[in-house]
T-cell receptor, first 109, second 114 residues
């Protein structure tokens, strides 16, 4: 079993739909990251969470430390949101990140 | 947060040759991380580069194949040596911006070995 699991693996939706991507982890963490990777390969950090909820524009990220679960939501989705969304956790006792497999999101116009 | 300039953005190389990837950070950072992302896969950490000491390589990666330089706190290079088609991947560098900023990534180098 992977230490960080994301679901769904692939998601296709229509423009305007509310999107939810989930991340579950099994290790003790000091922080959880949500990142976005566009087809060109570059990665952008969206959120770093250690508790609660953060919002940036149409993106919302939540984390439940007790349940070891985080969600990334996109409101009013747009084709430019099409990308791979990756969850990564920083383990408490390690400086490295443990990576989820990513969720490939396609938003159709 | 830190800004990283990574180059080249992409390259097509002949097998048996070597390619050096550069990452320049706009601020001083202690640790820089080099990742590989094979097609359809998640990121795999190759090594951690500290200034003034040998890089620390992860299991499955060796210095002869992926030599790393870290001459100062703002710059690092990763060389992919004696390339084969299996080395075709995206290579990314990253730094940890600390408690507030999290990790910053370079724009990636898409390498194709033919």
């Amino acid at each position: 079993k992977n230490e960080v699991e994301q679901s769904p693996q692939n998601l296709t939706a229509q423009e305007g739909e509310f999107i939810t991507i989930n991340c579950s982890y099994s290790v003790g963490i000091s922080a959880l990251h949500w990142l976005q990777q566009h087809p060109g390969g570059g990665i952008v950090s969206l959120f770093m969470l250690s508790s609660g909820k953060k919002k940036h524009g149409r993106l919302i990220a939540t984390i439940n430390i007790q349940e070891k679960h985080s969600s990334l939501h996109i409101t009013a989705s747009h084709p430019r949101d099409s990308a791979v969304y990756i969850c990564a956790v920083k383990e408490t006792r390690n400086y490295q990140l443990i990576w989820g497999a990513g969720t490939k999101l396609i938003i159709k116009p | 947060s830190a800004v990283i300039s990574q180059k080249p953005s992409r390259d097509i190389c002949q097998r048996g040759t070597s390619l050096t990837i550069q990452c320049q950070v706009d601020s001083q950072v202690t640790m820089m991380f080099w990742y590989r992302q094979q097609p359809g896969q998640s990121l795999t950490l190759i090594a951690t580069a500290n200034q003034g000491s040998e890089a620390t390589y992860e299991s499955g990666f060796v210095i002869d194949k992926f030599p790393i330089s870290r001459p100062n706190l703002t710059f690092s290079t990763l060389t992919v040596s004696n390339m084969s088609p299996e080395d075709s991947s995206i290579y990314l560098c990253s730094v940890n911006g600390g408690e507030h900023y999290g990790y910053t990534f370079g724009s990636g180098t898409r390498l194709t070995v033919v």
